[in-house]
C-alpha cells in the first residue's frame, strides 16, 4: 500500500486521498454488488417464483450484503487505523525534524551572538591596541617601548587566546553536531526500520483480515446458499408428497369407477344376449322364406338363362355376319381409298399442270398485253404519222388538183375567149375555197349533252327558247329532258358509287348532279347525246303507255307534272329501254377502239371530193373540147402544110434570086463559062 | 438454483485449472499430436516433432535474421505471435522501436533488464516502461563533457513516441581529475567525483525535452545516488547555470503537467528564475519542490505563479519559507481558482503565515487538501482556522500535525470544525490538543 521512503520524515504522501480513494473504489464495488443483487432478484421476480421465496431470498441478500459492507467498513477502518499507524512515526520525525530546526536556529542565534559579542570585545581590544600603538610611539625610552611592547604583546595573545577558545568551542559544536547528525542519522534508519516493520504488520494483519472477511463472506454466501438448498429441497419434497397423495387418491377414484363400468358391462351383456336369441329365431323363418324365394328365383334364373343362350348364339352368328360384312366393307373403303388417292394424285398433278400451264398461259397473256399495247401505241404512232402523211400528200395533191384545175379553168377560158370568143363563165368552185382533209363532225357524248341541258337552268328564258326549236327536231322537248334527266339523278342513285357520292357532297348541285348522271350513264350504257334524247324519247312514249294503263294514278298526278314521267315507272321503263337498246354495246365496242386513238376516218366522201375536182370541167365542154381539137388539129395539119409551102416558096424564092444572080452574073461577066454548074449544086437543095 | 451454482463453480475450478497449466500448454499440444497421428513402430524414438514444419523453419529463419532482414508486419497473426514469442531481446533498438508494438516481447526485454518491474505505473505498457526507464538510466550515466551528447540524441527518435515520464533520480556532475584526493577515491569513485572548476553544470536537459512530443511528467533530481563514503559537497552542487537551462528546457516543453525537483538545493534565485519561465505554462498541473532551500523570495515567486498557471497541486514541503512568504502564498491562493491541493509541511510560516492562509480559506472555494504540518504554529492560527472552517466548504483534509495548538486551540478548532460540513479528515497530532486525536467528521 505504502511505498517503503528513501529518508523517514521526508518523503511522506499524503494520507487523506489515498484512503478516501480507496474508501471510493470500496464503495463503487459495493454499489456494483449491491446493484447486481438487484438485477438478480428482478429476474428472479420476472421469472415467477412465488412471494414467499422471493421474500427469503431478498432477506438473504440483504444479509450477505451486510456482512460484505460490514467487512468493507471494517477495511477501511483497518486501513486508516494502520496508515495512522504507520504516519505516526512520520509526524513523530516530523515533530523532531521541527525540534531540531527549532534548536538549530536557537543555537544559531546563540552562536551569532557570541560571535557577535566576541567580536566586539575583540574589536574594543584590537582598538586598545592600536591606540597603544600610538601611545608607544610617543614612548622615548627602550624599555618603556619593551613595556608597552610586552604589555601589547599580551593583549594580541589575548585576543589570539580568545579567538582560539572561540574556534575550538565551534569545533567542539561542530563535532557535536556531527555526532548528532550520526544520531538522527541511526535513528531514522531504525524509524525507518520501524517503519517497514509496522507496513509489513499491516500488510499482514490486512491481509489476515481479508482472508478473514472472504471466509465470513463466502460462509455466508454458503450458508445462504444451503438455506435456500434447504427450502428449496423443502418446497420440493412438500410438493412431491402432494403429487403422490394426488395420484393415490386419483387411483383410488378410478378403481371405483373401473368398478361400477364392469357391473354395468355385465348387465349390459345379459340384456344383449337375451336380444340375440329373439332375434336369431326371427332371424331363422326370415331364412327360410328367403330360402324359397331364392328357389324360385333359381328356376327364373335358368329358364332366362336358357333363353338368353339361344338368343347369345343368334347374335353371335349375326355377328359373324357382320363381320364378313364389315371386312367387305373395308375392303371396299380401302380399295376406294386407293382409287381416291389415285384420283388425288392424278388431281394434283393435273392441277400442277394446270397451274404451269396457266401459269405459261399468263405469261403469254401478259406477253401478248403487252405486245398489244406496244402494237397499239406503234399504230397509234404510225396512225398519226399516217394521218400528218395523209393529210400532206392531200394538200400536195389538193393543191396539184387545185392547180391542174386552175390551169384547166384558165385552159378553158383562153379557149372560150380566144379560140372560141365566147364570154367565160367560171362555174361553181366550191372545192377551191377549201383545204386540208374532209374534217367529220364528232357525235357529242351522252354526259356533255346533259351538261347542257342540265346548265340550261341557269341561262335566260330566251336561250332556252331559241335552243328549244333545235330541239324539237329530235322529237322532245329540251325542258322535258332535262326533267327527265334530274328524275334519273334522283331515282338511280343506287348505280352510283356510294365513294362518289361521298367525294361530290360537297360539290354545287348541278356538278353533284353531272358527276352522278356520268357515273348512272355509264352504268346503263347510254354514250352519246342521240341516245340520251332517245332514251328520253322512250320514256316519254313509255309515259303516254303508262297513262293508258294508269288513268288513275295519273289524273292525280299529272296536276303537278303532267308531261313527266311517274318515278315508280322510270326504273321499268329504263329496264326495257336497256332491253330494246342493247345495240349500243357494238357501237360502244367500236367507239371503244376509237376513244384508244386510232381515229378511223371516213372516206366516203373523198371520192366524191376528187370526183368533183376532176369534173370541174363538165362533159359538154369536153365534147366541145374534143371537137376543138379535131378542128384545131386539122387547122395544124393546114398550117404545117402552109408552113411546108412557105419553106418551099422561100427555097424556090431563093433559087430564084440565085439563079437570077448566076444569070446576072453571066450576063454581065462571062456569061459562058459556068452557065452548065449552076444548076446542079441548085439540084442539091432540095426543099 | 442448485444447477447455477454447481455451474459456477465447475467454471471457476476451470478456469483456475487453466491458468495453472498455462505454462505446460506445449507438451500437452505434443501429447494431442502424439495422439492424433500414428507412431513408426521401427524406431521407437522417432516421433513427428522431431521433423520441424516447413513454415516453422521459415519463421526461425526469419528470427535468426532478423538484425539484417526484419519481417513481421507481413506475416499472418498466427506467425507473427510465433516470431515475438522468439525474439531475442537483445536485437538493437534502432530496429525494434517502430516496428515492434507487441506488449509481450517489450515485457521480456524489462524482465530482462531489470529485476523489479511494476508496469502498472506505466499504463500497463511494457513499451513504454522500457523506453522510459532506457531513457533515465541514460541520463542518469550521462557524465557532462565525458559523455558524447549523440548517446542521447541517438535514442531520442526511437523512444520519442513512447516517453510520457522521466524520473531522473540522479544526475552526475562532470569529471574534474583533481591531484589532491587519493587514487582510492579516484579508482572507487572516478565518475563521482568532481571539483571546483570553472563548470560543474550538469546534463543540459535543452537538447532533450523538445524532442519529446508526449513528455507528461518530469522529476528531477540534481545529486547523485548512494555515494556513500565517497561523499562531496560537489556533488550535490545545482548551479545557476543548470538551473538556466532546466528552466529554457521546461519552457520549451509544452506539453508538461507535472515537474517534480526534489532535494536539488534550489535557493530563491533559482526558484525564481524556474517559476519565470513557468508563467502562463499551458498545461502544467502539478509542481514539486519538496526538499530545497526556498524562502520568502522564492515563495513570493511561486504565488505570483499560482495565478498564472493551471496550477492544481502545489507541493513546497521542507523548504524555508516563513511568515512573509507564506502571506504573498495566501495571497495568491485567496483569488486561485485551479489549486485542489496544497502542502506547505515542514516550513517555519509561523503565527504570521498561519493566520494569513487561514483568511485565505475564506475567500478560496476550490482548495481540497491542505497540507501545514510541522509549521511552528500556535493558537492564534488555530482561531483564524477555527474561523475560515465555518465559511469554507470546500476543504475536505486538513493536516495540522506537529504545531503547538495548545489546548484552547484544539478547542476553538473543534468548535469551529462542529459548524462545519465538508472536512472529511483533520490530522492534529502532536499538536497539544488535549487528548491526542484524529477527528472524523461525517
Known amino acids: ?687 | 438454483m442448485l444447477h447455477w451454482w454447481f455451474r459456477r463453480f465447475s467454471c471457476m475450478s476451470r478456469s483456475q485449472s487453466s491458468r495453472r497449466t498455462g505454462s505446460m500448454r506445449p507438451v500437452n499440444a505434443a501429447a494431442d499430436g502424439r495422439k492424433m497421428r500414428s507412431i513408426i513402430a521401427e524406431d521407437s524414438e522417432w516421433s513427428l516433432e522431431l521433423v520441424p514444419l516447413l513454415t516453422t523453419l521459415c519463421l526461425q529463419h526469419i528470427i535468426k535474421h532478423f538484425r539484417e532482414k526484419p519481417i513481421l508486419d507481413e506475416l499472418t497473426p498466427k506467425y507473427k505471435a510465433y516470431v515475438l514469442q522468439r525474439l531475442p531481446t537483445s536485437l538493437p533498438l534502432t530496429i525494434t522501436a517502430n516496428l515492434i508494438s507487441d506488449e509481450s516481447y517489450w515485457k521480456r526485454c524489462c524482465e530482462g533488464r531489470w529485476a523489479v518491474s511494476d508496469v502498472s505505473t506505466y499504463d500497463n505498457s511494457w513499451k513504454r516502461m522500457f523506453f522510459e526507464r532506457h531513457l533515465e538510466n541514460i541520463i542518469e550515466f550521462f557524465i557532462p563533457d565525458a559523455t558524447d551528447t549523440k548517446t542521447v540524441l541517438d535514442v531520442v527518435p526511437l523512444c520519442r513516441n513512447y516517453v510520457k515520464r522521466l524520473k531522473v533520480s540522479q544526475l552526475l556532475p562532470p569529471i574534474r581529475e583533481s591531484p589532491r584526493f587519493d587514487e582510492d577515491d579516484r579508482s572507487d569513485c572516478a565518475s563521482d567525483t568532481g571539483s571546483e572548476g570553472p563548470s560543474m553544470d550538469h546534463f543540459d536537459f535543452r537538447i532533450l525535452l523538445d524532442k519529446l512530443p508526449n513528455l507528461e511528467e518530469l522529476n528531477v533530481v540534481y545529486g547523485v545516488k548512494g555515494c556513500g563514503m565517497n561523499f562531496e559537497w560537489n556533488l550535490f552542487e545545482f548551479t545557476f547555470r543548470d538551473c538556466e537551462f532546466l528552466a529554457k528546457a521546461l519552457h520549451s516543453c509544452k506539453t508538461l503537467q507535472v515537474f517534480r525537483i526534489h532535494r536539488s538545493k534550489v535557493d530563491d534565485e533559482k526558484c525564481c528564475l524556474l517559476v519565470s519561465q513557468l508563467l502562463d505554462h499551458p498545461s502544467l498541473q502539478e509542481l514539486d519542490f519538496s526538499h530545497n532551500h526556498i524562502s520568502d523570495r522564492g515563495a513570493r515567486a511561486i504565488g505570483k505563479l499560482l495565478n498564472r498557471s493551471q496550477l492544481k497541486r502545489l507541493v513546497v514541503c521542507n523548504n524555508q519559507i516563513r511568515g512573509p512568504g507564506a502571506q504573498a502564498l495566501a495571497h495568491a491562493l485567496s483569488k486561485n481558482i485551479t489549486l485542489l491541493s496544497l502542502n506547505l509541511r515542514l516550513n517555519r510560516i509561523g503565527d504570521e503565515g498561519g493566520q494569513a492562509l487561514a483568511q485565505a480559506l475564506v475567500k478560496n472555494k476550490t482548495l481540497v487538501n491542505l497540507h501545514l504540518g510541522g509549521n511552528n504554529m500556535t493558537e492564534p492560527t488555530a482561531v483564524a482556522l477555527s474561523q475560515a472552517l465555518v465559511e469554507n466548504c470546500t476543504l475536505k483534509n486538513l493536516n495540522l500535525s506537529n504545531n503547538k495548538l495548545g489546548v484552547d486551540g484544539g478547542k476553538v478548532l473543534e468548535e469551529g470544525m462542529s459548524h462545519n460540513s465538508s472536512l472529511v479528515e483533520c490530522d492534529i497530532r502532536l499538536t497539544d490538543v488535549s487528548q491526542d486525536r484524529s477527528i472524523t467528521v461525517q
Not at chain 1, 56 to 83: C, F, N, P, Y
Not at chain 1, 582 to 603: E, F, N, T, Y
Not at chain 1, 648 to 659: D, G, P, R, Y
Open chain 1, 1 to 687: 500500500m505504502l511505498q517503503p521512503e528513501p529518508f523517514a520524515g521526508e518523503e511522506a504522501d499524503e494520507p487523506g486521498p489515498s484512503v478516501e480513494s480507496k474508501n471510493q473504489a470500496e464503495r463503487i464495488t459495493a454499489r456494483r454488488l449491491r446493484i447486481a443483487a438487484r438485477n438478480e432478484t428482478k429476474t428472479r421476480q420476472e421469472l415467477g417464483e412465488d412471494s414467499q421465496g422471493k421474500e427469503d431470498i431478498q432477506e438473504e441478500t440483504r444479509k450477505s450484503q451486510k456482512e460484505v459492507e460490514k467487512s468493507k467498513r471494517h477495511m477501511v477502518k483497518l486501513q486508516s487505523d494502520g496508515l495512522e499507524l504507520v504516519t505516526n512515526i512520520q509526524v513523530a520525525v516530523d515533530a523532531r525534524e521541527s525540534d531540531r530546526r527549532t534548536e538549530l536556529e536557537e543555537a544559531c542565534r546563540l552562536r551569532r551572538d557570541k560571535l557577535e559579542n566576541e567580536a566586539k570585545s575583540s574589536q574594543e581590544k584590537f582598538e586598545e591596541i592600536t591606540r597603544k600603538w600610538t601611545d608607544a610611539k610617543m614612548k622615548q625610552t627602550p624599555l618603556d617601548l619593551r613595556d608597552a611592547m610586552n604589555s601589547q604583546q599580551q593583549l594580541c595573545e589575548q585576543i589570539l587566546g580568545d579567538k582560539n577558545k572561540l574556534i575550538s568551542e565551534l569545533q567542539q559544536e561542530l563535532k557535536a553536531s556531527d555526532d548528532h547528525y550520526v544520531k538522527d542519522l541511526k535513528r531514522q534508519a531504525k524509524d525507518i526500520d520501524l517503519l517497514i516493520e509496522r507496513m509489513e504488520e499491516q500488510i499482514s494483519s490486512l491481509k489476515k483480515s481479508y482472508r478473514e472477511d472472504l471466509q465470513q463472506i463466502e460462509n455466508s454466501f454458503d450458508e445462504e446458499r444451503r438455506t435456500l438448498l434447504t427450502k428449496h429441497r423443502k418446497k420440493w419434497g412438500h410438493q412431491m408428497k402432494e403429487q403422490s397423495e394426488k395420484e393415490l387418491r386419483n387411483m383410488m377414484q378410478g378403481l371405483s369407477l373401473l368398478e361400477e363400468h364392469e357391473d354395468l358391462l355385465q348387465k349390459l351383456r345379459v340384456w344383449k344376449a337375451e336380444e340375440y336369441n329373439t332375434d336369431k329365431i326371427r332371424m331363422d323363418t326370415e331364412v327360410q322364406n328367403l330360402r324359397k324365394k331364392l328357389q324360385e328365383v333359381k328356376f327364373n334364373c335358368h329358364l332366362n338363362e336358357e333363353k338368353l343362350d339361344y338368343k347369345y348364339e343368334v347374335l353371335k352368328k349375326r355377328e359373324e355376319e357382320n363381320a364378313i360384312l364389315k371386312s367387305h366393307l373395308k375392303r371396299k373403303i380401302i380399295r376406294m381409298q386407293d382409287v381416291l388417292n389415285n384420283l388425288k394424285s392424278k388431281c394434283a398433278s393435273q392441277e400442277k399442270q394446270l397451274k404451269t400451264e396457266e401459269q405459261s398461259l399468263r405469261n403469254d397473256y401478259t406477253r401478248i398485253k403487252q405486245q398489244y399495247i406496244d402494237m397499239q401505241k406503234k399504230a397509234r404512232h404510225f396512225a398519226a404519222l399516217d394521218a400528218e402523211r395523209f393529210e400532206k400528200l392531200w394538200l400536195i395533191n389538193e393543191d396539184e388538183v387545185k392547180a391542174l384545175a386552175h390551169r384547166v379553168l384558165e385552159t378553158d377560158r383562153i379557149i372560150h375567149e380566144q379560140q372560141l370568143g365566147l364570154a367565160w363563165v367560171s362555174p361553181p368552185l366550191p372545192f377551191m375555197e377549201r383545204s386540208g382533209p374532209i374534217e367529220h363532225k364528232t357525235l357529242r357524248t351522252a354526259s356533255q349533252a346533259a351538261a347542257d341541258t342540265l346548265q340550261e337552268e341557269t341561262r335566260g328564258d330566251l336561250v332556252e327558247e331559241s335552243e328549244g326549236l333545235g330541239d324539237t327536231a329530235s322529237g322532245v322537248n329540251r325542258r322535258t329532258v332535262k326533267r327527265i334527266l334530274e328524275l334519273l339523278c334522283d331515282e338511280l342513285g343506287f348505280l352510283v358509287e356510294s365513294k362518289l357520292l361521298k367525294l361530290v357532297s360537297h360539290l354545287e348541285k348541278n356538278d353533284q348532279s353531272l358527276i352522278k348522271l356520268d357515273a348512272i350513264f355509264s352504268a346503263i350504257g347510254i354514250e352519246s347525246e342521240k341516245d340520251v334524247y332517245t332514251m328520253a324519247e322512250f320514256l316519254m312514249n313509255y309515259r303516254q303507255h303508262g297513262r293508258e294503263q294508269r288513268e288513275l294514278m295519273e289524273e292525280e298526278e299529272t296536276t303537278n307534272n303532267s308531261d313527266f314521267i311517274h318515278h315508280n315507272d322510270l326504273l321499268v321503263a329504263l329496264k326495257e329501254f336497256t332491253a330494246q337498246y342493247c345495240r349500243p354495246h357494238g357501237v360502244q365496242a367500236s367507239q371503244k377502239s376509237s376513244v384508244l386513238g386510232l381515229i378511223m376516218r371516213d372516206d366516203s366522201e373523198d371520192a366524191a371530193h376528187w370526183e368533183s375536182i376532176a369534173n370541174v370541167i363538165p362533159e359538154s365542154k369536153l365534147r366541145l373540147w374534143s371537137a376543138l381539137d379535131t378542128a384545131i388539129n386539122k387547122y395544124h395539119t393546114v398550117l404545117t402544110e402552109r408552113a411546108e409551102l412557105l419553106v418551099e416558096t422561100q427555097n424556090v424564092q431563093q433559087q430564084n434570086t440565085e439563079l437570077r444572080q448566076l444569070l446576072h452574073l453571066y450576063t454581065t461577066s462571062k456569061a459562058s463559062a459556068e452557065p452548065e454548074m449552076q444548076p446542079t449544086r441548085m439540084r442539091q437543095f432540095p426543099m
